[in-house]
């Protein structure tokens, strides 16, 4: 529905990327997708990389729209950092790559760059999101990234930690590659090996395709599924992978997989969401042993990958044991808190101790303790180990990316320990000793990242990285060390000082192991030649071959040849009022002929006598032309000389804009036995007209023929023509209109049919549309009763496809609109269809067209002009709506501001949110007596005020005259209380301070503090002792005793912690008065964080949804 510019296939990635662009001015570029994986050089040296790290201070505080990090160098050339902290037009923080010199470079310039941004997660390192791309950076693109790198809800939300202390870490790591190598490189001729083309976002699936087909014995089974001559490859899932295969083996340039995914019935959204590798392993296998029954290859995935382990519960006190054989076609191995694979298996195979309440009910002896574990009956030859990179974290209810060292053997042996992972019934003569064939990669985040796999296709000691499109050659340190995953140290900049090297997570690392037993080696890695292909196959794909070749050798000698294009009354009778309805005809839809260019003219009449049966004598050629008013109409008809042209010259005198077409209608005059005849004489006054019939009952416009007319003659001669083509009756009144143009604008006009022609200015091509006359009494009857209303609708008819706001993903109604309805005409629509009496309630809301989902800010009451206004999405159109229905008219609420105020009660804990929606002009002592009718006070008096909190401390007390129409609530919470009495009496030397909640995580190097809970004031008395104070905040927070000794209580400063003693003065380290940020002084309480979560965050438009892998067919 939503019509959108496609990226280009070749591209993946579920990010969309942009070169920087403020987005205030004209049309956005193309937005593409994340691209495929970088060009590497193909010289051994590494290209240079370089890993820089920003820390931007006062982080939410900065009013500046977008910032530069420092410079820095990678590959001899200047980049720096750039971010948009309230993003760049969007509600995601936006951040780019950027060439720091663009402005002084030379004309022409061009570099090459793969890098990854990330902001840094500072209380738990897991959670940093980061994305990769490449980018070629030039003069008109010198900065590209993300616009949408991750919602500023998300960034600025006090519990995520992507700011500590106000300060946020932004990482880039930059690699410069040659670019010539990439479009250079040949990799059949460099490997022997080709690569697959990625669809958008596939790379996952073809590093998976990649290393089946790699699997010989695999290969040589797809290979002999039954597929027929009559099958389609895009309908079938065999013969779609047959044919992949075989141009694997036997193609010199990479494949596309376009064929097998629509196999899979996926479409081009699937093609474009990345998936899981484990998951579609899964699923195709299923699918493909499915496909195999029956067949003289059923059982071959079982026999591959099959292995069966041995589930057992064993009583200690009593002779009972209970087990249970189960089947696997992979293994899921923990990577967290594993050195290597053998002790991933170590703890697969760990017994678990039943005892204690965890005893197990066994039967007939009750509860007993017991051990639990899991052991090997049997290991398939080949062996497909899962690594669990990826693992949801309950803490912080999202998932995560284990990026920790994880080694794995060249050489796995599985009887190590006298076969310690063995059960009993093993069949101990079977040798588990496998070597390693295949590692799939994942580069990247949670977020999003490109995977990639190294193969050994034969087990020698070469390795190959497929890498999409690209295969080449690299060293076993590349293939295993540098995919174990976990840190490195950049090199220190400073060698001399004695300062600590900072270390860098490496996001490459192994996600899928492929082993083969060695004992089933030869019979694994057979030899799978043409002849396991089926005959119906090789003809097929050698004709497709030859197909190809044939569409090569067109182009390469596309400059011997012109395509002619010939349109025919057919062709117009068939195309008008159905596939068109201004000017006459689609030439992509005619009859086209590829013709020589050296033929002669009169040659190529001969060829059009064969194909349409019309003799070359009866034939007349009309050269269509391009009007000034945009229009395409039949201009001239061709001069005997012209005729005599070879077709190259003949194109060349009629093409102005010389491209390899030369478009003619053909002309052929019917006699009444509808024999063709010879064309008549053409004189300078006979003029050419088309002639379409309108009916406005039914709403139909159809091509009803053409007529020479004399430019002196008048409508009124022809009248009786007319009214016999279109079959009306003698006596009938018609009314006739010139179809003048349609662009931009539609112009359609009465003729007098009492003038001449050549006064109405009609020429040769011109078309006349006619009706029935209607009565000013019958045009009412009709929704279009004339030609030009008719016309008009159809040039500005839109169906608009309508979704509820707070279902984004769920169409609701269609409406067919007008383009050019105002505002009021549409909404005006919507609330008819919804059965609303108030149209103003209506608020719509247009449609992103590149995140599929609403824009952040709705369509202000008569914000827009038309329709077609609110459907525009910078160089995109949509035809997505949003609708919401408002408690108030539309205007009124414009009028208004709407704050969210969290009301803190005096004595109870509970929070209550309220919408408070004032007039913009309003101040804050406003919005407290708006308040003070809605909350239950401690006291009719009570005084309030209204504080600006994040990340759990208090940044602002609002003055009570303080305009509302500035406050932003939208990333900080709004919070109201009641003053207590004793600070409204404070003494000369009472300090009113901040108290704040706090924890830490042992885990984290730095120790950080991490505010939570909800903030308040305290008034301390000169020389008053931690004691007291503790006394006063058990009572406030009415927190009980066993709870409360178990805080601890301290002064912190810049995030630094100073633990206090009963004894201590409170009021000493509270002596500067001067100190910037009086929420960066607090006492602090040290305790767990028990309380339910409750998110302040008032930004609802982003809406995540996720899709499994399925193949449907």
């Avoid at 023929?705 to 009306?728: C, H, T």
Wanted: glycine share 4%; net charge negative.
């Amino acid at each position: 529905m939503t019509m959108m510019t496609p990226p280009p296939l070749d591209q993946e990635d579920e990010e969309i990327l942009v070169p920087h662009q403020e987005f205030t001015a004209g049309p956005q570029p193309m937005e593409v997708i994340s691209s495929e994986p970088a060009p590497e050089n193909h010289q051994l040296e590494d290209p240079p990389t370089f890993k820089y790290r920003w820390s931007i201070e006062n982080f939410s505080r900065s009013n500046t729209k977008k910032l530069y990090s420092d410079i820095f160098f990678v590959g001899g050339y200047k980049w720096r950092v750039l971010i948009f902290p309230k993003g760049n037009n969007v509600d995601h923080l936006s951040i780019y790559l950027d060439v720091a010199d663009s402005a002084t470079l030379p004309y022409g310039w061009n570099r090459y760059a793969q890098f990854a941004l990330a902001v840094v997660n500072q209380i738990h390192g897991k959670y940093t999101i980061r994305k990769d791309t490449q980018h070629q950076f030039n003069g008109r693109e010198s900065d590209w990234g993300f616009t949408s790198f991750m919602s500023l809800s998300e960034l600025y939300d006090p519990s995520r930690g992507y700011l500590v202390n106000d300060s946020c870490v932004i990482e880039a790591e930059v690699t410069v590659r040659k670019v010539v190598d990439y479009w250079s490189y040949d990799s059949k001729k460099e490997t022997g090996y080709v690569g697959l083309k990625n669809q958008g976002a596939t790379c996952y699936m073809n590093s998976l395709l990649q290393t089946l087909y790699h699997i010989p014995y695999f290969r040589k089974a797809v290979y002999h599924m039954p597929t027929t001559e009559n099958d389609i490859p895009s309908g079938s899932i065999p013969l779609a992978l047959q044919s992949l295969f075989y141009k694997l083996q036997y193609s010199d340039n990479s494949v596309a997989t376009k064929e097998l995914t629509k196999s899979f019935g996926w479409d081009t959204y699937d093609s474009f969401m990345q998936h899981d590798v484990q998951e579609l392993n899964r699923v195709l296998c299923e699918k493909l042993e499915d496909k195999m029954k029956g067949t003289v290859v059923e059982g071959t995935i079982q026999h591959l990958f099959e292995g069966h382990h041995m589930n057992y519960i064993e009583c200690i006190n009593v002779d009972y044991k209970s087990t249970r054989k189960e089947s696997f076609y992979d293994l899921q191995l923990d990577v967290k808190g594993c050195r290597d694979v053998y002790a991933s298996f170590d703890k697969y195979v760990e017994v678990e101790q039943l005892d204690g309440d965890n005893k197990y009910q066994a039967e007939n002896h009750g509860l007993q303790d017991a051990k639990k574990g899991v052991l090997f009956i049997d290991f398939p030859p080949v062996l497909q180990l899962q690594l669990k990179r990826f693992e949801y974290d309950f803490m912080r209810d999202t998932m995560v990316k284990i990026n920790d060292r994880y080694e794995f053997p060249l050489q796995l042996d599985l009887d190590r320990d006298n076969g310690r992972y063995l059960s009993p019934d093993a069949d101990r003569r079977v040798c588990n000793l496998y070597t390693l064939h295949s590692i799939l990669v994942h580069s990247g985040g949670v977020h999003g990242g490109h995977y990639y796999a190294f193969i050994r296709p034969t087990l020698s000691d070469q390795w190959y990285k497929f890498d999409d499109e690209r295969v080449t050659k690299e060293d076993a340190k590349r293939a295993l060390e540098e995919q174990y995953g976990g840190e490195e140290e950049l090199p220190q900049t400073n060698p001399g000082f004695n300062n600590t090297p900072f270390k860098f997570t490496k996001y490459s690392n192994a996600y899928m192991l492929v082993y083969i037993r060695e004992s089933d080696k030869e019979k694994i890695m057979c030899n799978a030649d043409e002849k396991d292909i089926a005959e119906h196959l090789r003809v097929r794909l050698k004709k497709e071959q030859e197909e190809k070749e044939h569409k090569k050798k067109e182009k390469a000698e596309a400059h011997l040849y012109t395509i002619i294009k010939v349109a025919r009354n057919e062709d117009l009778t068939e195309q008008i009022g159905r596939e068109i309805f201004f000017d006459l005809v689609d030439h992509d839809k005619v009859r086209s002929f590829r013709i020589q260019k050296q033929l002669p003219f009169n040659h190529f009449k001969e060829e059009v006598a064969i194909e349409f049966g019309i003799p070359v004598q009866f034939q007349r050629f009309w050269l269509w032309a391009k009007r000034q008013n945009h229009t395409y109409r039949p201009n001239r008809p061709l001069l005997p000389q012209e005729e005599a042209q070879s077709v190259g010259e003949l194109r060349e005198v009629s093409n102005k804009a010389h491209n390899a077409e030369l478009k003619l209608f053909l002309e052929v005059e019917l006699g009444l036995d509808l024999h063709p005849l010879p064309p008549p004489l053409k004189t300078k006054e006979d003029i050419l007209l088309f002639f379409k019939l309108y009916d406005p009952e039914k709403k139909d416009l159809r091509f009803v023929g053409r007529l020479f007319v004399k430019a002196l003659g008048k409508p009124i001669d022809i009248l009786s023509k007319l009214i016999e083509m279109a079959e009306f009756s003698a006596n009938e009144e018609i009314e006739l209109y010139e179809e003048i143009k349609f662009e931009s604008n539609v112009m359609c006009e009465r003729i007098d049919k009492k003038i001449s022609f050549k006064s109405s200015q009609l020429e040769d091509g011109d078309i006349i549309c006619y009706q029935r006359a209607l009565t000013s009494a019958n045009r009412d009857e009709f929704q279009y009763p004339d030609v030009p209303s008719f016309l008009e609708y159809v040039r500005n008819r839109q169906v608009v496809h309508f979704r509820s706001l707070e279902k984004p993903k769920e169409e609701d109604f269609s409406l067919e609109l007008s383009k050019l309805f105002a505002y009021d005409d549409v909404v005006e629509r919507v609330a008819r269809h919804l059965g609303l009496d108030d149209p103003t309630k209506i608020r719509l809301t247009s449609h992103n067209c590149y995140s599929q989902q609403p824009k952040p800010q709705p369509i202000k009451y008569r914000g827009v002009d038309h329709l077609s206004d609110m459907l525009v999405h910078y160089n995109q159109t949509s035809d997505i709506l949003y609708y919401e229905i408002l408690d108030i008219p539309l205007p009124e609420l414009q009028g208004l501001k709407t704050l969210k105020v969290a009301f803190h009660h005096a004595t109870k804990e509970e929070v209550a949110i309220h919408s408070i929606r004032l007039p913009k002009n309003s101040t804050v002592a406003d919005v407290i007596n708006d308040l003070k009718t809605k909350v239950e006070l401690s006291r009719p008096d009570t005084e309030l005020r209204l504080l600006e909190v994040f990340y759990h401390k208090i940044y602002k007390i609002f003055p009570p005259g303080e305009k509302i129409e500035n406050i932003n609530d939208q990333y900080w919470t709004l919070c109201a209380e009641e003053i207590p009495e004793e600070e409204k009496n404070l003494g000369p030397h009472d300090r009113l301070i901040h108290v704040y909640h706090f924890n830490r995580d042992p885990n984290q190097n730095q120790m950080q503090v991490q505010n939570f809970g909800e903030p308040f004031f305290l008034v301390i008395k000169e020389g008053e002792t931690l004691a007291n104070v503790k006394i006063r905040i058990q009572k406030k927070l009415q927190v009980p005793d066993d709870e409360f000794s178990k805080w601890k209580f301290a002064f912190i400063s810049l995030g630094r912690p100073e633990y206090l003693q009963d004894s201590d003065v409170v009021s000493n380290r509270f002596q500067r008065r001067d100190i910037y940020g009086a929420w960066e002084q607090f006492l602090g309480l040290e305790h767990s964080d028990t309380a339910p979560k409750r998110a302040y965050t008032t930004n609802q438009n982003r809406h995540t949804f996720e899709k499994p892998v399925k193949i449907y067919n």
